[in-house]
């Protein structure tokens, strides 16, 4: 008996270790998927060869550029995916017991078979052209035989200075260049790359920028859905200074730094801007605290201690900053959440001027205050209508403003009777220069001429839809002796006049 158990005991064990030994001799395998695309476009590429190092199964990728290789044994390897006129591209991958590991490819196109781009034929500016605007266009024509994606290059200098101006990686054959300097001749020139073969080169054009004399009146008109900055000379002569690609708009001259202030929105939020007279040297001003209230329109802001500050609001809070940049500080705030719309600070850099309003522009109040933030006069509080239109006299003594009578109010902010208004410091009287002003019309962004005489402003229907046109009168035309020839036409289809 003890002999037959044993001969059992040992037959058991045989079969142990046979079963022991076939499990270990088993190879362990995984997947590999992936998938081809082409790189500039990311379409899916189909066809595609498809090996491995160590070597497997070779696959192409099916029309959606995707490809499966399975039972792969468990090791590391290197997949190479290779196809008629891309270039080959590897890629490493391990593969794991049980599991599909998934690798992804982006084909270029092989230089050898992939021809280069046209030559990029200048449109616009002409060669030689003369009178070109500060904010000029560029327009070329380049294509590609194998229709690759293109992006060009467009680099501009003059024949004043080294300064080259580089514009880089433009998907589109159009380009707006701002601040260029008037009266220069510049030389500019375009490369183009499909990002396979060397760039090429256009020809070298050349053309001169206008010379813009000097300007007293500046103006915004809409096109193109933007505000664009124009200036005026004495002989009726126009110059566009900012580009239609940008709304720009409130231009504010001072002739102690000979800049114009405007302000442009930029990636949804409205900042403080600078540029010279012929509109180059275009500056941002502001960074962490942009311009804003009630509504952007309406806004407005103040060069401050002889051109080496601005001043301008953002919603409750009043703010000073360099007019180079830098140095923000907060010099006023209110105390009951009203907004400040407009400001205008006193040649002497005594006095500020202040429209404060409600989130909806109303129970508006105009007052003064030093820098130091204090109070020193309440002139209209909590009014009915709408107030806008802040300049003050240069020796401070006078304000000149506008107010819709009607007090209407509604959600739009539509005014139905706006009339300008100089206040008289001295005599805390009030006289409307409106009084010849056609029925339903409003008088809108007053400012003082340079002697004073006259004011200039924006007339317009009151139904908020017609165009806005810029008027001149004199300042006695609320006397006895004006009438309705003191009016007079400026310039057409324009708004936010400044006469500095």
Avoid at 214 to 243: H, K, Y
Wanted: net charge negative; with cysteine; proline share 4%.
């Amino acid at each position: 008996m003890k002999t037959f158990l044993k001969y059992i005991t040992i037959a058991g064990l045989f079969f142990l270790i046979g079963c022991s030994e076939d499990t270990v001799g088993e190879s362990l395998t995984g997947g590999i998927s992936g998938k081809v695309v082409e790189r500039t476009s990311n379409e899916p590429l189909e066809n595609v060869k498809i090996t491995t190092s160590p070597a497997s199964s070779t696959v192409f990728t099916d029309e959606n550029g995707e490809f499966v290789i399975e039972d792969v044994l468990v090791d590391q390897y290197s997949v190479k995916a290779e196809v008629e006129d891309y270039t080959t591209a590897f890629e490493a991958v391990t593969v794991t017991e049980g599991a599909t590991s998934n690798v992804a490819f982006e084909l270029l196109k092989s230089g050898a078979n992939n021809k280069q781009p046209s030559t990029p034929q200048l449109l616009s500016p002409e060669d030689n052209a003369e009178e070109v605007d500060m904010t000029a266009e560029f327009v070329w024509n380049s294509s590609d035989p194998e229709d690759d994606e293109l992006t060009y290059e467009l680099e501009l200098w003059n024949n004043v200075n080294d300064e080259v101006l580089t514009y880089s990686n433009i998907k589109d054959t159009t380009y707006t260049v701002e601040g260029l300097n008037s009266g220069y001749r510049y030389f500019w020139q375009v490369k183009v790359s499909d990002s396979i073969n060397d760039p090429v080169l256009s020809s070298l054009y050349s053309f001169k920028t206008r010379n813009v004399p000097e300007s007293r009146v500046l103006f915004t008109r809409l096109i193109n859905g933007n505000n664009v900055i124009f200036s005026r000379n004495s002989e009726g002569e126009e110059f566009r200074l900012t580009s239609s690609d940008q709304n720009s708009f409130r231009p504010r001259k001072n002739n102690s730094v000979n800049k114009i202030a405007f302000l442009r929105v930029v990636n949804g939020q409205t900042h403080l801007f600078t540029m010279n007279p012929d509109g180059s040297q275009q500056k941002r001003i502001t960074s962490n605290i942009p311009v804003n209230g009630f509504n952007l329109n309406l806004i407005d802001f103040s060069w401050a201690d002889d051109g080496a500050a601005l001043v301008y609001p953002n919603f409750g809070k009043l703010y000073k900053i360099n007019s180079v940049g830098g140095g923000t500080t907060l010099i006023y705030e209110t105390q009951n959440g009203d907004f400040i719309t407009e400001v205008d600070v006193s040649e002497d850099n005594g006095t500020i001027a202040l429209i404060t309003n409600n989130s909806n522009g109303y129970d508006a109040d105009l007052f003064t205050i030093n820098f130091e933030g204090e109070i020193q006069e309440m002139i209209l509080n909590n009014v009915e209508g709408a107030l806008g239109g802040l300049d003050l006299s240069l020796q401070g003594n006078k304000l000149l403003y506008t107010y819709d009578s009607s007090g209407y109010r509604n959600d739009s902010y539509r005014r139905l009777d706006s009339d300008l208004f100089i206040y008289d410091f001295s005599t805390r009287q009030f006289q409307n220069l409106s009084v010849e002003k056609p029925d339903g019309t409003n008088d809108l962004d007053p400012r003082f001429s340079p002697n004073e005489a006259e004011v200039i402003f924006v007339n317009t229907s009151n139904d908020d839809l017609s165009p806005k046109d810029i008027y001149t009168m004199p300042v006695n035309t609320g006397s006895s002796t004006g009438d309705d020839d003191d009016r007079e036409v400026l310039i057409e289809n324009a708004a936010m006049p400044d006469w500095e």
